[in-house]
């Protein structure tokens, strides 16, 4: 992770520098220092680029003298109207500007604390690199960037504001590292145990194998496993951070928050296989518990004041001998039949039993559950927004809220009894696929079947869990998606 510092509004002798400057406003006194030291340079180079400071526009001065290897100035916009996510993509386009530098000093004695460490954050956010596999790389080709110092006006009070954003910002480098990783390296069972791991930040792990899972009656997901030589698992992680009681025992909030991820480690579609060429975006089809795996590792990492327990359903999808057959009959561990039309239809079927375990076994206060479900919901949103359902209208509206927050965004599909005769079977209580029409809500309407009337949204992060180019804080690749969203509900609502 990028080296992050914090340090004096003093003019840096040399380096690398970053000025920022508000749209119509007058420069920082740092400005006009680096000005000065340059003999006007700064100045004459904005204007010879027209630059007016609208946000994300950019001027960079090579070699402007005084030590400075180049200096770099960012448009904020109106200062009065930064917002965090504006600030966290200052910090992106400044990375993504300035990689080739070691180090880079930026000048942000004018921001809040929160509105610099957003800066921070972005920048952190925006320099991650899955560079596990490579063995040769050309200088050229890799960033050179890492340390990052913000020059402020009270580093004590950005470090504090920092800390809990640094938390976030790993659990989000966690869940992009685990959607990378081939699928070959990341099995159902080594899923588990990097799960493990994060009972160093103080959660409770709990994993359960294939014959623990028979006992609890898993035939949905147990049928989609049984094609694979990777067994399947379904891990449930705890986090306790409710408020401690003046008596030194920890106040259990009544109930725990839930949040479910589907984890297919690789689709092949199992008998209903899909097409050879895409295929290999299929390692991804574990998005979904990635973001709750990263959800619970940035809960613990900053210490959040609530109960939270995360359920990851893992398993891998594939054709064989043993796989699971089209016009199959499975068992759910809610006693409720399906018959399965389709085997890439599988996602549904694994959240089927772990959010039937999560209602009945740890009665939680809501559910909400992330997966990388719908080719619909890309065709519906693209790649902009996620589509979400809910039966419950305030956690919908909360949900909204904490996605305008983040820009991580998501948009609320229909829910309507209607919809269910899409799934209705002729040999079994419903059938796991509708069919082309309404393909995202079907899926969403089936998955409500195992909510048992609990408060519950169903987010399809389909379209927005990869990216195929650079974005503002995401490079290409894994973004990450539902982390930083789900922990801005958590802090918004529900922390004592």
């Not at 719908?374 to 209208?393: K, Q, R």
Request: charge should be neutral; hydrophobic fraction near 45%; aromatic fraction near 6%.
């Amino acid at each position: 992770m990028l080296d992050v510092a914090f340090a004096k509004s003093v003019l840096p002798k040399s380096g690398a520098l970053v000025l920022l400057a508000e749209e119509g406003g007058s420069r920082d006194a740092l400005f006009t220092a680096a000005d000065q030291a340059t003999g006007g340079a700064l100045t004459r180079a904005l204007e010879a680029a027209e630059f007016t400071g609208r946000k994300a526009q950019t001027c960079t001065i090579l070699g402007p003298g005084a030590g400075f290897s180049r200096v770099v100035v960012v448009g904020l916009g109106k200062l009065a109207e930064v917002t965090p996510v504006v600030a966290e993509e200052v910090g992106g386009a400044i990375v993504a500007a300035l990689a080739r530098e070691p180090a880079v000093a930026v000048a942000a004695a004018e921001l809040t604390a929160d509105l610099a460490a957003a800066v921070a954050y972005g920048a952190v956010l925006r320099a991650y690199r899955f560079d596990r596999y490579r063995t040769k790389e050309k200088p050229e080709d890799k960033p050179n960037l890492a340390k990052l110092t913000l020059l402020v006006a009270d580093a004590g009070r950005v470090r504090e504001a920092w800390a809990s954003a640094r938390a976030v910002a790993e659990g989000v480098h966690l869940c992009r590292d685990l959607v990378s990783e081939p699928a070959n390296v990341l099995t159902p069972a080594e899923m588990a145990e990097r799960c493990r791991k994060l009972e160093s930040l103080g959660l409770k792990v709990e994993v359960f194998g294939p014959k623990e899972m028979a006992r609890l009656g898993f035939g949905a997901l147990l049928g989609v496993a049984q094609g694979s030589a990777n067994e399947p698992r379904m891990v449930v992680l705890h986090w306790q951070g409710a408020s401690t009681s003046g008596k030194g025992r920890r106040a259990r909030s009544a109930k725990p928050l839930a949040f479910i991820g589907k984890g297919v480690t690789f689709d092949t579609g199992g008998i209903s296989i899909k097409p050879a060429q895409g295929m290999e975006d299929m390692k991804y089809d574990m998005a979904g518990a990635g973001a709750v795996i990263g959800l619970m590792a940035a809960l613990a990492g900053r210490k959040a004041r609530v109960d939270v327990v995360g359920l990851v359903g893992l398993v891998e999808n594939m054709p064989s001998g043993t796989a699971q057959r089209p016009g199959d009959v499975v068992k759910t561990a809610s006693g409720q039949t399906v018959e399965v039309i389709n085997t890439d239809a599988e996602g549904r079927l694994v959240l089927a039993d772990v959010l039937w375990y999560c209602q009945e076994k740890l009665d939680p206060a809501f559910m909400i559950d992330l997966a990388t479900l719908t080719g619909a919901m890309v065709v519906a949103l693209g790649h902009e927004h996620a589509g979400f359902f809910s039966n419950d209208e305030e956690l919908a509206q909360r949900l909204h809220a904490a996605g305008e927050a983040t820009g991580e965004k998501v948009w609320r599909m229909p829910l309507a009894d209607a919809y269910d005769k899409l799934i209705k079977s002729d040999i079994a209580d419903m059938k796991n696929i509708g069919g082309r029409p309404a393909g995202a809500i079907s899926a969403a309407q089936f998955l409500q079947r195992f909510v048992n009337g609990k408060s519950w949204a169903h987010i399809d992060i389909a379209g927005t869990a990869w990216a195929t180019k650079d974005q503002p804080v995401t490079p290409k690749g894994a973004t990450g998606f539902g982390v930083r969203l789900l922990d801005r509900l958590v802090a918004d609502h529900f922390e004592t």
